[in-house]
């Protein structure tokens, strides 16, 4: 049976209807079924009553590592190059699938409560990873990226772990839970990996249409390194390899140049602005406003909450919107709509999801925030308190693909409790003793 929302102050993110209000929105099955001023017809199994509250898309989260949320704050004061060889890869030697499986629910739970419906994550122990979103509800994008620091002479599929976890991953759960999650292809980045490995996993992704996830150009020194090794830059070397033949999301993308802007509008390539990580990390900032004038998809993400420390997608919206504009020293650098199209509708075409719109047709990944909260009182522009006033805590209702995953601070497919021990029973003294 339907679900019908009433009462509805509704931020489509259709450019043609932006904000509508008094609105109904009936959902049926997986499915946003209707949307206007007028009720629809026929019997539904509950109405939800939205007066004092608004309606928006679920949050897309373009580029995660969920189960870094127990390193959260882990190596502070570091730059990524140093964070990632000190503290972080070796905590992560030592996790195993019930770690990963404690991590992945603590950080979708998080998620979850704060507006998130949809994620692209890219780990290791990734099946793991997929159990946990299934049971969630969420749905998500997962990769497990490409590494391999051999001879590139001796590079084999099978002397690469992750071509056969590629294999694995998209033969096992793709497509699994009707579509709830789907598998893309991914290299980690380019400086932990080589010619040889590029080449294959751009030939899987080929092979089966799939996505491709990748670090881009996230620091100064990765970005040079590669023009003084190889003559090009990260994006525009990795194209040389087929890897961007379907198009793709590349997180980061901070030193990007004028020609890989260019690269990436005509590879159909998603920006994934990370703001927070990359200020936390000194690795610098995206060039988002060139990137937006040259037609470039930029979306949203967290990147993981080891270096952010946050899965409040609320928060990159608003830093997205004002970090550009004190930079620039151009209020409209980046509008409200624009914050908040990356962080939606943006996120959800980089990932291949019919979802980040509230119409007919489209994924019912839904949330309600209140706006009787003071921080969001009063009110004289939805967008405006959407992007500069809200917060996390201020969603009521999360729904994901037709079913409600989180209402009034309780989550209905997570055991918060149970997640809590098992991070604090096992997982916390596993990997730091």
């Keep these: 049976m339907p679900v019908l929302f009433e009462n509805v102050t509704a931020v489509t993110m259709d450019p043609a209807r932006p904000v509508l ?10 499915k946003i079924a209707s949307v206007g001023t007028v009720r629809p017809e026929g019997e539904f199994e509950r109405v939800i009553d939205c007066a004092g509250k608004v309606m928006m898309p679920g949050l897309v989260n373009a580029h995660t590592h ?12 570091c730059d990524l190059h140093t964070w990632l060889n000190d503290w972080i890869f070796p905590a992560e030697a030592r996790l195993d699938d019930r770690c990963v499986a404690a991590g992945t629910a603590l950080g979708l739970a998080e998620m979850i409560a704060s507006g998130t419906t949809c994620i692209a994550d890219m780990y290791m122990n990734t099946e793991t990873v997929a159990r946990t979103v299934l049971e969630a509800g969420v749905s998500a994008n997962l990769s497990c990226g490409a590494v391999y620091f ?58 089966h249409g ?19 090794k190889y003559g090009a830059t990260p994006i525009a070397l990795l194209d040389r390899y087929g890897v961007w033949e379907n198009g793709g999301h590349a997180a980061h993308c901070v030193w990007v140049s ?23 990390l000194a690795s610098g900032v995206a060039r988002v406003p060139q990137l937006l004038k040259a037609g470039v998809n930029i979306a949203l993400g967290t990147d993981g909450v080891a270096s952010n420390n946050s899965h409040d997608l609320f928060e990159e919206i608003k830093l997205a919107a004002i970090l550009h504009k004190g930079i620039s020293g151009d209020p409209a650098a980046v509008s409200a709509f624009e914050a908040l199209a990356m962080a939606t509708v943006n996120g959800a075409r980089a990932l291949r999801r019919d979802a980040g719109v509230v119409s007919p047709g489209k994924i019912a990944d839904l949330i309600l925030l209140d706006f009787t909260a003071p921080n969001l009182f009063p009110c004289h522009d939805v967008l405006e308190n959407l992007v500069f006033s809200a917060r996390g805590n201020n969603v009521v209702m999360n729904m994901a693909r037709g079913k409600i995953i989180y209402e009034n601070g309780q989550f209905l497919t997570l055991d918060l409790e149970k997640i809590r021990a098992e991070a604090e029973g096992y997982a916390l003294p596993h990997i730091f003793g």
């Design 21 to 30: 209000e008094n609105a109904f929105v009936a959902v049926e099955g997986t």
């Design 66 to 77: 969920v189960p870094m949320a127990l390193m959260r704050g882990y190596g502070g004061g």
């Design 150 to 207: 051999g001879d590139p002479a001796d590079f084999s599929p099978e002397t690469c772990n992750d071509c056969e976890n590629h294999i694995r991953l998209f033969e096992n759960w793709h497509g699994a839970g009707d579509g709830q999650i789907l598998v893309d292809a991914s290299i980690h980045a380019e400086y932990t990996s080589c010619p040889p490995a590029w080449a294959w996993v751009a030939d899987f992704a080929r092979a």
């Design 210 to 228: 799939l996505g491709m996830h990748v670090h881009i150009s996230e620091t100064r020194s990765e970005h040079e390194t590669c023009l003084e």
């Design 258 to 280: 004028d020609g890989d802007i260019e690269l990436m509008a005509q590879k159909n390539i998603t920006a994934v602005h990370n703001p927070v990580s990359n200020l936390k």
